[in-house]
Structures are given as structure tokens and as C-alpha cells.
């Protein structure tokens, strides 16, 4: 018998659910821009996914944030420039860091869009690195890293390029 | 999960970043974030705070109902400004 990681044990557990909950379709969509270098022609391509954040803002409880799905990010990211001022996040106390900018990791609810609008799923919790300061470069959003998927069991479908794919949380 | 049934200005910002997501007058602004109001694009910018800020000015709307989006860049750099050298490539 091989023992796994106790760690990856505590970042797999599910929340509670109501077992008559339906499970949430979430839509992933491809951004292909190309870039274009005398007769070549690349595609650069992400995929993104919107959810909506607990917000501290008055007379509202979610904001609408696109994601990149980052199957490289083993946690998912949120840049300062995203929450500074306007999510209402809960730290862990833990200090990282993410593209040489230190990071406090923590907890945010978040909402799912459902086929029904105006109607949202959730809240459901992401851990991520919160940034407290952004790096140089161009702006990025938020990375949904690999952690939500484990702890939600949520599963990810991708068909043949441009065609949207679907994040499947039960 | 709970059902939650988002206020009429959740469900404009919401809209409006699915708008964002695709309108060709937000993604021409590479590299940039770019402010969104009821579908009218109200400026682009690299600082979150002078952008949106700005943006209220210009729209005559409260700061904090105007969704941002990130628009990335055509690039083989992601560190980088918009000043790809393009050299290595050519014959």
C-alpha cells in the first residue's frame, strides 16, 4: 500500500453539499489572439473562465472577474491589482510568493454562473495567493490553479479548439 | 450550492464582462486593462486605480460599478512591454 501526502489529503477535502444540488456547468472559453511575425502567423492562446468574487463593495456581494485557467499554477493566483481594496478574503496566515511579489495565501467565496442568469451557484471557497503588490510587465488576472479542481472535484472538458469547454463542479 | 440571485447591478456587471470578453473595441487594447461600463468601453490603462478612476470620471458613474478587463498581448514575452524584438525570427 503507498501512503499518500498528508498535506494533499487536507487540499483534497470537499465541502459539504446538498445532495440534491445539480452540478454547475462552468463555460471555458478560448482567446486566441495571433501574433504575427512577417509571414508567420502564431496563435497564443488562453483560456478563460468567468466567476464571480465576494466583494467588500456596498450594495453588492460578487464582482465579475475573468480567470485564465492555469493548469501549471498548482494554486490559484489573485494579482493585486484584481483584489486590492475590493474582495473580501479571509488569510491563513501563510506568506508565498508569486512572480518575485510576496503573497498572503487565504480564502474567498466565490459564485459560479449558471445557464439561468440572473441566477448564480454557491458560495464555494478558493484558496489562493493573494498578491500584495503586482510584478512588472502587462496585467494579468486571476489563474485558477489546479487546487480548486481537487478540493470541489471538479472536473474540466475541453473539445477541439476554438470550441468552449466546460468546468464540471458537483 | 445555493441559488443566488444576482441585484441589477451584479447582473450589469456581469453582463458586461461577458461583453468585454469578446467585443473587438476592448480587445484591441493589448497589454492593457481596459474599463467597461454598460458596454461602452470608457478607457484603457496600466494602473488599476488611475484607470477606473478616471473612468468614473469620464462616465459619471460610481468607481466601483465599472468591470475591468485584462486584455493580454500578442507577445512571446510575458514580462515584457510591447517592444518585441522580432529579429531572431527573420531570415
Not at chain 1, 446538498?18 to 482567446?31: D, E, H, R, Y
Not at chain 2, 492593457?32 to 484607470?51: F, H, N, S
Request: aromatic share 8%; glycine share 8%; charged share 20%.
Amino acid at each position: 500500500m503507498i501512503a499518500g501526502p498528508t498535506s494533499t489529503l487536507l487540499f483534497s477535502k470537499n465541502e459539504p453539499r446538498v445532495a440534491s444540488s445539480p452540478p454547475t456547468t462552468i463555460p471555458i472559453t478560448w482567446s486566441i489572439p495571433q501574433l504575427k511575425i512577417g509571414a508567420l502567423s502564431l496563435p497564443l492562446a488562453r483560456l478563460i473562465v468567468g466567476l464571480e468574487f465576494r466583494t467588500t463593495s456596498l450594495g453588492r456581494q460578487t464582482v465579475p472577474e475573468n480567470c485564465w485557467l492555469d493548469t501549471g499554477a498548482p494554486i490559484s493566483v489573485i494579482p493585486f491589482h484584481v483584489h486590492g481594496n475590493r474582495f473580501l478574503w479571509k488569510s491563513a496566515g501563510i506568506r508565498g510568493s508569486w512572480r518575485g511579489q510576496p503573497c498572503d495565501l487565504g480564502h474567498i467565496d466565490v459564485w459560479l454562473p449558471t445557464d439561468q442568469p440572473p441566477y448564480l451557484r454557491g458560495p464555494i471557497s478558493m484558496l489562493a495567493k493573494f498578491a500584495r503588490s503586482d510584478p512588472p510587465g502587462d496585467p494579468v488576472p486571476v489563474l485558477l490553479g489546479l487546487e480548486f479542481f481537487l478540493s470541489h472535484q471538479a472536473g474540466v472538458s475541453l473539445l477541439t479548439p476554438p470550441q468552449p469547454g466546460a468546468i464540471v463542479v458537483p | 450550492m445555493q441559488l443566488y440571485k444576482m441585484n441589477e447591478i451584479e447582473q450589469q456587471m456581469h453582463e458586461d464582462l461577458r461583453w468585454a470578453s469578446t467585443a473587438p473595441e476592448v480587445q484591441q487594447h493589448e497589454g492593457l486593462l481596459v474599463a467597461v461600463y454598460k458596454k461602452q468601453v470608457l478607457g484603457a490603462g496600466r494602473d488599476r486605480d488611475t484607470l477606473v478612476a478616471e473612468a468614473a470620471a469620464k462616465g459619471g458613474c460610481p468607481w466601483h460599478d465599472i468591470v475591468v478587463v485584462v486584455v493580454p498581448r500578442a507577445t512571446l514575452d510575458d514580462d515584457r512591454g510591447p517592444d518585441l524584438d522580432v529579429a531572431f525570427f527573420e531570415e
